[in-house]
Each structure stands twice: as C-alpha cells, then as structure tokens.
C-alpha cells in the first residue's frame, strides 16, 4: 500500500449530501493526499457512504466512526492521534460541507512543506473579509469574536478560530494533545495559541469561504460561550506557567 505524506481529517455529522463529492474531489487532487474521515454517529448515512467509496480508494481513504456526536475537538484530536501513529508529515484540517474549497489544500500544504510555516492557516481575514453568503449578524458575531480572541491572548493571526489549516506533525509532537481541553470552535483558538506558545510558526493564506448549501450549521450557543471564557483560561495558565 503505497502512503503519501498529507493526510486530510474531516469530522462529519449528517454531511450525506456532501461527503462523496467531498471525497471525490479531495481524491482527485493533483497533489495526491489521504484522506480521514471521523464520523460522529451520523443518523443520515454520512458513513455508510464512505464505506462504500472505501472500496473505490482502498488504500487512501479511512474511516472512524464513534457512537454519537462527541464533538470537534475529541474529533480533530483523534484524527491526530492516527496521523502521528501512521507517520504522515503533513495533517490538514477541513470542514466537510465545502465552506473550504479542496483546491485550496494543496496550496496550505505548499506553504509548510517549503518551511515558511509550521502552521498554515487558510483565512479568512487575512485581505478584509473573504467570505460569501453570510448574513450580517453573523459576519458580526465571528469577526467580532475573532477580534476578542486576539486581543485576550495576543495572537499574531486575524483568523484565530479558522478550521481549514495545514500542520507539520512536529508541531502536534511538540504540544501535549492530552491537554487540550476546548470541544467547539474554541478548539482552533486553543491549538493555535498552544502551537505559538510553543514557538511554531503560523502563517495566514488567504482563501474565499463559502456558506454551506447543504445540511445545517453547526454553531450554536454553547459553542459561542464556550469561546468567550476559553480564551481567559488560555491566557491565565498561559501566565502561570500551567499551560
């Protein structure tokens, strides 16, 4: 079984109108790269479908499955942990609903593999705002957020909680994933203060983000508050040296 050296991790949660076209196109990257699928129990299906484009790329598409919706960052974390036991090099986040357009892989890829980055971070507010098919309020809630986030924990970024990044496993080995404790989309803000702490690199590429055409978003209340007091807690064990 011939393996690459980029391994793509995509949590899913009933994302049956979009995981084979999702597969497909990550399948058929110029750049061939592997791909982990971490599906949350889904009741529509989602797995089911992999299971059945597992036997099409035997050898580059993986799958676990857990028994119910346990959230982002166990998810990622997972993903991680199966990256770094299968010797890949290269571990790239991305959302399963095509708000990150796969083409753009390569390129977050490129930027780690030269060593400009050890983190590179697809964003979305690198140049303004790139994002299409927002509403307003939300616009609002995430760049205000994403300004919040900054400013408690001092991060040189202005996509702190962006979900579409390509890491070098160097920096996964060299913070303590048994440490990360955020579950929603506080998770990003955790691992990218946690890899700056550490001395990484984190470098911005800017992309388009698109709105979701199929299924349902999966923010919500809890998640958004779940940000607002992560960020004091990073920064105070950031302070005392218990981070």
């Keep these: 079984m011939e393996q690459y050296s980029t391994l793509v991790i995509v949590p899913t949660f009933n ?5 084979t076209k ?23 299906g989602t797995a089911k479908l992999v299971e059945g484009l597992q036997k099409k790329y035997s050898d580059r598409l993986f799958l676990i499955t857990r028994s119910g919706k346990l959230g982002l960052g166990t998810a990622y974390v997972e993903g991680f942990r199966f990256a770094l036991k299968n010797d890949y090099t290269y571990i790239c986040e991305m959302d399963a609903d095509f708000s990150h357009n796969p083409k753009d892989l390569p ?3 490129k930027k780690v593999k030269e060593g400009e980055a050890d983190v590179a971070i697809g964003s979305r507010y690198k140049r303004g705002i790139s994002i ?14 994403n300004m919040y986030a900054r400013f408690v924990t001092g991060l040189q970024i202005f996509d702190t909680t962006a979900g579409f990044k390509c890491i070098h496993r160097k920096v ?6 048994d440490r990360i404790s955020s579950n929603g989309y506080a998770f990003q803000i955790e ?3 946690r890899a700056w702490k550490a001395g990484f690199r984190i470098k911005e590429v800017s992309i388009i983000f698109r709105e979701r055409e199929e299924g349902v978003s999966k923010m919500s209340k809890k998640i958004v508050w779940e940000a607002i007091w992560r960020v004091w807690s990073l920064k105070f064990k950031s302070l005392v040296g218990r981070l």
């Design 22 to 44: 999702l597969v497909e196109n990550v399948m058929n990257l110029k750049e061939p790269m592997d791909l982990l699928i971490i599906d949350d129990g889904s009741p529509d």
């Design 15 to 19: 994302e049956a109108h979009n995981i």
């Design 107 to 109: 390129r977050l890829v």
């Design 191 to 193: 691992l990218h203060f």
């Design 132 to 145: 299409v098919n927002w509403p307003l309020t939300r616009l609002i809630l995430s760049y205000g957020a």
């Design 172 to 177: 996964l080995e060299g913070i303590s994933l």
